[in-house]
């Protein structure tokens, strides 16, 4: 075969037609010369264009998810935040509330202490009377043996 000629390919069923003009033909690397088709180039150039296009609205969706998970993000850190505003305010109000709670019942205690007290005293000191008369009685009741 001559260095410029084209090499043509048949495929297995239509050897036995190698006159037709259906068969494949492959050029040469190289070798082939001739102008190109313009559709041929359009048809690369959308297809390549195409693909661009696919790969770039894949990255803009991803970015636009990105952005939204961001979003997302800040607004539920918004809302937590928030929350444990709430609840620590809330649960200063119950501690201000106990801390009330327990000074009001020291209070009382105190006051029930101090009426324990006030009262011990009184029993105290109704005891030290009791022996007291108990003794004055003792010496006035006294036994004595009848005088003779």
Known sequence: MPPGAIRRWLPPWGREQAGETWAVVFPRA???????NPLIVTIIIALATFIISIFGASWLNQQAMNKRIDDLRSYL?????????????????????????????????????ARFDAVDKRITNLEQRVERVERQLDAVLKPSLPRS
């Open 30 to 36: 190289g070798q082939y010369n001739g102008p190109v």
């Open 77 to 113: 850190d918004a809302r937590f935040d928030a929350l444990e505003q709430t609840m620590n305010a809330r649960f200063a109000a119950v501690d201000a509330r106990f801390v009330a709670l327990e000074q009001t019942m020291n209070a009382r205690f105190d006051a029930v202490d």
